[in-house]
């Protein structure tokens, strides 16, 4: 084995010289996590019984996270206010925010914190805020009873695998599974976990397509990503990664969002990937995607479009510069479901096809030099 450098840490990922990166290895592993609906379904029925007192009560429910376990926080407030409303409850009682916001503005009710490492500062800081509201506080996440974090919950979620690599991939995607787990229980229905894992295996199985929209995207200076409803948590993890792993700027819009100004400094350096799988007001958001990308290839960006079969039947191919990657569709399971499970591993693939072609390691996220450690020391986010 050789010898490891002198910044290297115990806790850091294995050291590789190359791909396969760990990150890959992580994806490799995520339909297999299709049994969490089944392992974890009695805490979820815990938390479960625990949003549905909070309806009742009148009072919100708030999922929180900071990073990738922000955007996995919002999948999750996306998943169970679907379920909600499904037994009539009014839209929006469940709603994602920021861990620091949360701390600085804690109501009662019930926190649901997503700290998958069980070290950051500011969801501990929002879990001892959220109780000294009064709120009901619940714990994803994968490091055990051993950390501050679960110290501050009073029902902790174990998950079963932890990410190896620093570029969070099951760390995203664990939670949508506990999520759907809650969601069953809400709603009194069974998860097919069978269908479930060969969804996750269809989706997992885009890499050839991810690699053909990374060749058409290698290059450009700034990434935009976009998507609306179940497909926003996906839109704004797939920014991140990016940005930690390929090492490119990257930003999230609103699919609407995007075609109001954002699209001023644009221009052929510029790449856009829009997302459009949440079934819900499909027709809807696949008319709007297809405005956005006509405007898009007008000032010559380069266009990609991570979509179910339906919606890619229905936008001119012409105007996907980049090309497309098809998702797809599991009809028995609800729309944030389906959709947030098979963007979550479509991103992924694509950001990995990214990082092949940039030729850097996503495990690190840059740790392996000296100013990328030194910013991250600086602000003070993990408990060591």
């Known amino acids: 084995m050789p010898e490891l450098p002198d910044w290297y840490q115990p806790y850091f990922p294995e050291l590789r010289a190359g791909p396969p990166w760990v990150t890959e290895d992580m994806i490799a592993l995520e339909p297999s996590l299709a049994r969490i609906v089944e392992e974890l379904a009695d805490p979820a029925a815990e938390v479960a019984s625990l949003v549905r007192q909070a309806w009742e009560r009148g009072e919100a429910v708030a999922v929180v996270g900071s990073g990738t376990s922000e955007y996995a926080a919002q999948a999750v407030a996306e998943i169970i206010d679907e379920a909600l409303r499904a037994v009539g409850a009014p839209g929006g009682v469940v709603q994602g925010r920021e861990s620091f916001d949360s701390s600085a503005d804690p109501r009662s009710g019930l926190l649901l914190a997503v700290s998958h490492g069980g070290r950051s500062r500011v969801a501990v800081g929002a879990l001892e805020s959220a ?66 894992e060969a969804h996750l295996e269809q989706a997992r199985a885009t890499d050839s397509a991810a690699a053909s929209v990374a060749r058409g995207l290698h290059g450009v200076a700034l990434h935009l990503t976009a998507g609306s409803g179940a497909d926003a948590p996906a839109a704004r993890e797939l920014s991140l990664k990016i940005e930690e792993a390929v090492r490119v700027p990257a930003a999230m819009r609103g699919l609407e969002t995007l075609q109001h100004g954002h699209l001023v400094p644009a221009d052929e350096s510029t790449g856009a990937v829009l997302i459009v799988a949440d079934r819900r007001s499909r027709e809807h958001r696949t008319e709007r995607a297809e405005a956005a990308l006509l405007a898009c290839r007008r000032l010559g960006m380069r266009t990609a479009l991570i979509a179910t079969a339906d919606v890619v039947a229905a936008i001119d191919t012409e105007i996907m510069s980049a090309g497309v990657i098809v998702i797809p569709d599991l009809e028995a399971a609800p729309a944030p ?36 450690r030194e910013a991250a020391a600086l602000t003070d986010a993990k408990i060591r």
Not at 341 to 354: E, F, K, N, P
């Open 337 to 372: 479901v389906s959709a947030l499970t098979a963007t979550a591993l479509a991103l992924q693939q694509l950001t990995i096809a990214l990082v092949h072609l940039a030729g850097v390691n996503p495990d690190l996220i840059r740790r392996e030099e000296a100013p990328y």
């Open 131 to 196: 109780r000294a509201a009064g709120a009901a506080t619940v714990l994803i996440t994968a490091a055990g009873a051993d950390t501050p974090v679960a110290q501050a919950a009073d029902l902790r979620i174990d998950l079963p695998m932890a990410d190896r690599s620093f570029c969070h991939t099951i760390g995203y995607f664990s939670p949508i599974l506990v999520a759907t787990a809650v969601g069953a229980a809400l709603t009194e229905t069974v998860v097919d976990r069978a269908a479930l």
